[in-house]
């Protein structure tokens, strides 16, 4: 697995903005080689067929951050930290789908 620094931190305002792989690399200071692994194992999931055309949404930005911390923090590698987040994003669902449910039966 390639060396990666500290990921940039902050806040995604805006969820339209979209970045392709070379501009999520400079962003986030990362080779686009570990960006390319960080989509092989399901931590990015870029839309676009080719490689050239990829397009990673804030989601993604965040999904890697978050991957990124996981690596750092826990020492997990890039495949436990795509399952933790696949696991969370079902967990968040969830909650989201428990929230509709008690609005519909209290209201």
């Known amino acids: 697995m390639a ?5 940039v931190s902050g806040i995604v305002l805006d969820e ?9 690399g ?19 999931d870029p839309a676009g067929s080719e490689e050239g055309r990829w397009c ?12 990124l911390r996981l690596q750092r923090d826990l020492g997990v590698n890039p495949q436990g930290a795509a399952l933790a987040l696949d696991l969370l994003d ?3 669902d ?3 789908r428990a929230d509709i449910l008690e609005r519909q039966l209290s209201g």
């Open 16 to 24: 339209t903005v979209v970045y392709t792989l070379g501009e999520l």
């Open 94 to 96: 969830l909650r989201r």
């Open 3 to 7: 060396e990666h620094p500290e990921p």
């Open 56 to 67: 990673f949404t804030g989601h993604s930005v965040l999904r890697l951050q978050a991957a």
């Open 26 to 44: 400079h962003a986030s200071g990362l080779g686009a080689d570990y960006l390319m692994e960080m989509v092989e194992v399901g931590i990015l």
């Open 90 to 92: 079902e967990l968040s």
